[in-house]
């Protein structure tokens, strides 16, 4: 089967809310307002209430509760609010899959520890959008939701893994691509920020922009969230590319150390409330 056989059998499944839909549609629009933007958030009250947890999660730790969607909206900023709106939506959609064939704790784990990683790296390095990227390592291997829904038997193969072999190159040898190229075509496919599904697609490979290089890293090192018995830091995350990236090693360590304490809150409000571990 091919990337595109996947889409369309998943297709159904993995559409995303309207709400998220319109809001894309909206901030395209300079003539929207945030009080109409506001209006329409209000209209799905389960995507907003996983998005204000969000907001009031680790991953902010604000010193003041945001419960109403215009007070998010001031707080944090139109862009912030729609990356949790894409975090929390996406999440809410994917729970309709049967992702019985895979461990699901472990995926949301690594996902969620690279989303953290990541927004940690980015601030630091003093990128932009930190709440976007975040979103991009959050979503960085949804392509495994859908190969469990459509080819569980496939999915359990991927994740037979040994040492001296990474998770993507397992899914070559069992699909022919990886469930980062099934992401970014998803990612494509919901018409997602264009830099959001270069960054997943190019997740495998340091690449030649700093960003690339925090990406590599971040998701690499999410693997030890998962497979702690297979790899070491050391080996996800070579010194020459955190050199490289423009950060130093006490920054991985730290970055670890954050995602471990944010992820508690966030794993509760992203993974299936009858699969968390915490």
Known sequence: MTINDYLKKASSACALPDTCVRIQEMMDDEKSTIDEISEVLAYDPMVTGHMLKLANSALYNLSFSV??????????????????LLASSTAET???????AIDIDRHWRCSIYAGLIFKYLAKKTRQKNGEGLFVCGLLHNIGELVVAQVSPDKAIACDQLEENVLP??????????????LTAALF???QLPS?????????????????????????????????AHLYTADELAPMQTVQEARIQADDIDDARDWASIGAFSIFNIVCPPEMGIY
């Open 67 to 84: 419960d109403t969607v215009p007070k998010a909206v001031n707080v944090l900023g139109m862009d912030a609010v729609y990356s949790l």
């Open 94 to 100: 994917l729970r309709s899959l049967d992702t019985s």
């Open 168 to 181: 993507y190159e397992r899914q070559l040898e069992v699909l022919g691509f990886t469930y980062a190229d």
């Open 188 to 190: 494509r496919h919901w």
């Open 195 to 227: 830099y959001m599904t270069q960054l997943v697609a190019s997740q495998h490979r340091p690449g030649d922009s700093q960003l690339q290089k925090l990406m590599f890293i971040s998701c690499r090192l999410s693997l030890l969230n998962g497979y």
